[in-house]
Every structure is written in structure tokens, then in C-alpha cells.
């Protein structure tokens, strides 16, 4: 399911939060963002966090806050992304 996430993620981040949809968009192709500078294909900080998450239930950590954001912290460092 995660491999599936990260798919998704990376075809969707060339339109995110994109004012104009100046692209075609035929699903045949990753898609550079206009400001971003991803590699097309890349997946985002989305996948990080869901993989921090998981991470979290699989470790059976509790599931407060506090392990939430250092998860999340550590899944940045490891993979630095731009969002």
C-alpha cells in the first residue's frame, strides 16, 4: 500500500497547488511542478509522513504527538524533500 502511496504521490506533486493547469494532463507522464524543483517522479514529503506513521504503528510507540512529529522529523532527515 505504501508503494502505491508514493505512486500517487509522486504523479500528483507536478499539479499541486498549481494556480494554472497549463499541462495536459493525459496520465502518460510524470509532470515537472512549475515552482518546485522536484525530479518529476519524486515523491513528496506526503509519502515521508506516511511512512513515519507507519513506522509508528509498527513500532507500537504510543501514539502521541510527541512520537508523531519526532517520526516526522526523522523521516525528513533521513530523505530531505521539498513538500
Same mark, same amino acid.
Given at each position: 500500500? *505504501?508503494?502505491?502511496?508514493?505512486?500517487? %504521490?509522486?504523479?500528483?506533486?507536478?499539479?499541486?497547488? @498549481?494556480?494554472?493547469?497549463?499541462?495536459?494532463?493525459?496520465?502518460?507522464?510524470?509532470?515537472?511542478?512549475?515552482?518546485?524543483? *522536484?525530479?518529476?517522479?519524486?515523491?513528496? %514529503?506526503?509519502?515521508?509522513?506516511?511512512?513515519?506513521? @507507519?513506522?509508528?504503528?509498527?513500532?507500537?510507540?504510543?501514539?502521541?504527538?510527541?512520537?508523531?512529529?519526532?517520526?516526522?522529523?526523522?523521516?525528513?532527515?533521513?530523505?530531505?524533500?521539498?513538500?
Amino acid at each position: 500500500m *505504501l508503494l502505491e502511496l508514493a505512486i500517487g %504521490d509522486a504523479y500528483g506533486a507536478g499539479f499541486e497547488y @498549481a494556480n494554472e493547469m497549463i499541462f495536459v494532463n493525459d496520465l502518460s507522464r510524470y509532470i515537472k511542478h512549475p515552482r518546485h524543483r *522536484l525530479i518529476p517522479g519524486s515523491y513528496t %514529503d506526503d509519502t515521508q509522513m506516511s511512512i513515519a506513521i @507507519a513506522e509508528t504503528i509498527v513500532s507500537q510507540a504510543p501514539w502521541a504527538p510527541e512520537v508523531l512529529a519526532e517520526n516526522f522529523f526523522n523521516a525528513f532527515k533521513r530523505d530531505p524533500r521539498e513538500g
